[in-house]
Every structure is written in structure tokens, then in C-alpha cells.
């Protein structure tokens, strides 16, 4: 299921999404929300670079904000129509596939560090990273999140 998304960045219904299934794997808070703002605003501008996908066979991004638009250097459109698995290097795919198994059978991983890519060939780690489902209220998973603040350019 691909989620409606308007403009540059979720529709609120998204943005809500992702808060609520965070909350609900970790027992924690994705960012402190605050008054005068939408929620999805305030991911979108998140100092924490947070981004999604849906449940396709080949899963595409739906999600990301500011932060991993610029880490992946791609705009919204760009980010939105890329297959998740092409953020890694293609080596690391078959472990890829793997954790991306266990975070569906567990619904999160925290502490997950590994190497991705960005559109223009740029390698990085992504350190500590939280990586969750995205559930609805009756329990259906509609995708995967991942969200992180440490990144290192190698």
C-alpha cells in the first residue's frame, strides 16, 4: 500500500503513522512535539534524519525528511520513486534483505549501524539507527521507518 502523500514531505496521516508506530515499538518518543507547529512539519524539519517505506515487493521510499534528502542528495520526487534497497551498496544488499527480515519479525532493531549510498555515489555509515514497522490501529504493517542522528562520510 502506497501512502498519499501531497507536496514535499508526508501528509499528516503519515507523519502520525510513523510517531505513533515508534511509540508503540520503542516505548519512546520519535521528537518532542510542539504546539504552533504539524507534526508533519516538524518531522519534515527534524534534526534526526528520518524516512520510510512502503510493502512492495521491491519496497519503494515514501518518506524522508530534510536531513535524509540531503544526506541522499536527492529532492522529494527523486527520494520518493527509489527502491529502499538502492540506498545500500549493492554488496550489502543480501544483508540488507536479512535485517530488514528481522525488523519484520520483531518490529524494531535499535542500535543498527551499517553503510548506505547516496544517488551520487557518496558512502556513509549510518550509526545507531532505530528501524521500525509501520503499523496501523488494527495491526496491518504498511511499511518500515528508520531514524538516526549519527552518520560518518567515509
Not at 10 to 34: I, M, N, P
Not at 97 to 103: I, L, M, P, T, Y
Not at 134 to 141: A, H, P, R
Amino acid at each position: 500500500m502506497q501512502l498519499p502523500l501531497t507536496g514535499v514531505g508526508a501528509t499528516e496521516e503519515h507523519a502520525r503513522l510513523l510517531v505513533d508506530s515508534y511509540r508503540r515499538w520503542t516505548g519512546k518518543e520519535l521528537l518532542e512535539q510542539k504546539p504552533g507547529k504539524s507534526l508533519k512539519e516538524q518531522l519534515f524539519q527534524a534534526s534526526t534524519v528520518i524516512l520510510s517505506h512502503g510493502t512492495e515487493a521491491d519496497p519503494i521510499l515514501n518518506y524522508g525528511n530534510l536531513k535524509g534528502l540531503g544526506l541522499w542528495e536527492m529532492d522529494w520526487e527523486a527520494f520518493t520513486s527509489t527502491p529502499s534497497r538502492l540506498t545500500a551498496e549493492p554488496m550489502a544488499r543480501q544483508e540488507w534483505d536479512r535485517f530488514f527480515e528481522a525488523v519484520t519479525a520483531n518490529g524494531y532493531v535499535e542500535h543498527y549501524t551499517g553503510i548506505r549510498i547516496s544517488s551520487t555515489g557518496l558512502r556513509f555509515y549510518i550509526i545507531d539507527t532505530t528501524v521500525w514497522n509501520l503499523i496501523d490501529e488494527s495491526g496491518s504493517i504498511l511499511g518500515q521507518a528508520a531514524a538516526f542522528s549519527e552518520h560518518r562520510f567515509l
